[in-house]
């Protein structure tokens, strides 16, 4: 199976790069292919220009390589924090340039955007992986947690994906060694049960 990583945090220190990190070696110890992307080390391009926004223009080699990985990924895991109830821009950019028509969706027939798209993606199954400093409760009862919606509805569920697992870490600024080793041994848990090891 082919499962396609996307990682946006800065410090290769966080516990989000630890948990990208858990999830790849858990993926390559049950004989998966996986593709791994660590946007802010590649210095990944968050802003689209003009020339890439209509669904018939041709992106750049460094995009297109994107696009063709996502659309040919079984399986897909983000990571990100949460940051002002958002993904960090350069995740935003990276779904604003790689989750494009023609490779996530399309509008059916003579429809010219205005209905209801058609979800493209192959893969069938997405893993959200966040980290917080906010309460679940506040989250929840102040934010109405953002995240929940903007992958589960916004994105995953318009481009095909079916199932969608969203595991949101708290609190981290107070966690300890071992809190976090617990939720290390919970990513390796969470990975193999949506993406079993292959048999040969």
């Keep these: 199976m082919k499962v396609s990583i996307i990682l946006a945090h800065p410090d290769p220190r966080s516990l989000n790069h630890a ?4 999830a790849r070696a858990t993926l390559l110890a049950g004989s998966h292919e996986v593709t791994f992307h660590d946007l802010c080390a590649e210095k990944f391009d968050p802003v689209m220009p003009a020339a890439e926004i209509a669904s018939s223009a041709t992106p750049p080699p460094e995009i297109a390589r994107h696009c063709d990985e996502i659309r040919a990924a079984d399986g897909i895991i983000i990571v990100h924090p949460n940051w002002w109830g958002q993904p960090p821009a350069v995740l935003k950019g990276w779904i604003d340039r790689v989750l494009r028509p023609g490779v996530a969706y399309r509008f059916r027939g003579d429809d010219p955007g205005a209905g209801i798209p058609e979800g493209l993606l192959r893969a069938r ?10 309460p679940e409760q506040r989250e929840k009862a102040v934010f109405h947690d953002p995240l929940e919606t903007l992958w589960r509805n916004c994105i995953c569920g318009l481009c ?20 976090r080793r617990a939720w290390l041994a919970e990513v390796e848990t969470l990975v193999r049960r949506h993406f079993p090891p292959e048999t040969s």
């Design 19 to 22: 948990i990208a990190g858990r």
């Design 125 to 134: 199954t997405a893993l959200i992986f966040n980290t917080t400093n906010t």
């Design 160 to 179: 095909g994906v079916q199932i969608i697992t969203r595991r949101t870490f708290q609190i981290v600024i107070t966690s300890t060694p071992e809190q």
